[in-house]
């Protein structure tokens, strides 16, 4: 009776997934399972780092994890063309190659961890006073972090090129588990280096258990095959995915930073506040955009259509995140005044709103990017170039733009000090437009490119 339970069962489960297909079965897996790590990461933001850090450093919180994400940014660059040929090599059952490529990257991980060592050790100073803090501890454990991060896109793409998809999503439930273990252990007593500890402990968990998922690959039972044969291609391919990857990187690094430097503590930490309420839509993203790469690929190089994928993820970012972001129009003010320890950024509840478009409008993106480069078409990289390079030189230029006030004649300074004289919400409504313009520019490159592709 069990068994014959168990069949029907099984016989149920691939009807559902044969009906929805691969890209909505995992995004759905992912979406059930992801919500552990949703709920962790909105009790751990909204709740205990509200509560136990200090007015001061909560405001760090945001600029640390962008630092983070800066010192991924080449290896970043890297595995977003390294993915699409270890799908490509992995499609074509290549294992030689494949073991290849991971090989290779992780010379260059290694590589770049010696020069990031060597340079934070060098900057110590320099980067303690632009970040405000002084505690050494806090930066030697913020530089094992950095260095660790640059080896973990070399895990993500192995396992998301290679198809893992069951030990990714798994892999999204091992990193909250520790990360909130630690974080109680560990916030209230040691605050920042608390929280830093915590996200180390996490990142190492879930690289072991990424290195465990691609085992067959990494271990002596393959041997390694040339694949020189495609430099051509992964030149180009880098080349115009690298140009837009590293922007997008540069830009989310360059928003924060440009807060938490030249706006108030006050205005820094009301950022981070309405952030971790404010990114909410990108949960979203978390559940498909995985999956949603590898399978386009996968689709077009088999000359199937992909376009649906497209349209079906796009959907679902504006049915789940138009009632989200009309919440935060509607009831950001309730939403703050819930907690006492919330309430003192009431003001801020304005920001909610705005970090939500920006959120929803980044989902958008990145799923249409993903499609892009799984097909290898890069109409748009000549639109997203300019467009993200004049965002970092305004919005840095213009907010820290005082240094050039003893050269600036003085009706200019006056005109641009009205636009900029509240700093965090002219960065804000910077980050609104840039992504409304991206948006914009991406649709008119994908219907142009379905116009050619029709004739």
């Known amino acids: 009776m069990k068994i014959t339970w168990l069949c029907q069962l099984e016989v149920l489960r691939g009807r559902v997934k044969a009906g929805i297909g691969l890209l909505w079965w995992y995004s759905a897996l992912q979406f059930v399972f992801s919500k552990v790590e949703n709920l962790v990461n909105l ?63 992780a010379a260059v991980a290694l590589v770049l ?73 560990l916030l209230k007593r040691f605050q920042l280096l608390g929280y830093l500890v915590a996200l180390l402990g996490a990142a190492c968990g879930v690289a072991v258990y990424l290195v465990w998922s691609i085992r067959e690959y990494i271990g002596p039972g393959i041997e390694p095959a040339s694949y020189g044969a495609e430099w051509g291609k992964i030149r180009r391919y880098g080349v115009n995915v690298g140009s837009v990857a590293l922007l997008l990187g540069f830009a989310a690094i360059v928003e924060p930073w440009t807060i938490r430097n030249f706006a108030t503590q006050m205005d820094s930490a009301g950022y981070y506040v309405a952030f971790m309420f404010g990114q909410t839509p990108l949960y979203l993203a978390a559940a498909f955009t995985p999956f949603l790469f590898p399978l386009i690929s996968q689709q077009h190089e088999r000359g199937e259509k992909t376009d649906h ?102 009706g200019v300074w006056d005109v641009v000090q009205g636009v900029v004289e509240y700093k965090l919400g002219f960065a804000v409504w910077m980050m609104v437009g840039t992504r409304v313009v991206l948006v914009l520019a991406a649709g008119l490159c994908f219907w142009g490119g379905s116009r050619r592709s029709e004739s």
């Open 309 to 410: 994928m497209l349209f079906q993820s796009v959907v679902a970012v504006l049915l789940i995140g138009a009632p989200l972001l009309i919440f935060f129009v509607s009831g950001g003010e309730w939403l703050l005044g819930l907690r006492v320890s919330w309430r003192q950024y009431m003001d801020y509840a304005p920001l909610l709103w705005k970090v939500s478009i920006v959120s929803i409008l980044q989902c958008v993106l990145g799923a249409f990017i993903a499609h892009e480069n799984a097909c290898s078409r890069f109409h748009y990289v000549k639109w997203f170039v300019p467009i993200l390079i004049a965002e970092i030189a305004l919005l840095y230029g213009l907010m820290g733009w005082h240094v050039f006030r003893p050269w600036v004649p003085g």
């Open 43 to 105: 009790y751990v933001g909204a709740f205990l780092m509200v509560d136990l850090v200090s007015r001061e450093d909560l405001g760090a919180v945001v600029p640390f994890r962008m630092i983070i994400a800066f010192a991924a940014l080449p290896m970043g660059v890297l595995t977003r063309t390294a993915v699409k040929f270890i799908n490509t090599f992995h499609v074509g059952e290549q294992r030689g190659r494949v073991k290849a490529l991971l090989r290779d990257l």
């Open 113 to 185: 961890s010696v020069l990031a060592l060597v340079v934070l050790s060098v900057g110590q100073g320099f980067f303690q006073a632009r970040m405000k803090f002084d505690d050494p501890l806090i930066y030697w454990v913020l530089v094992v972090t950095l260095i660790l991060s640059l080896w973990m896109p070399v895990l993500r793409v192995a396992a998301q090129g290679l198809m893992r998809f069951r030990h990714m999503i798994l892999s999204g439930v091992v990193r909250p588990i520790v990360y909130l273990i630690l974080m109680l252990l």
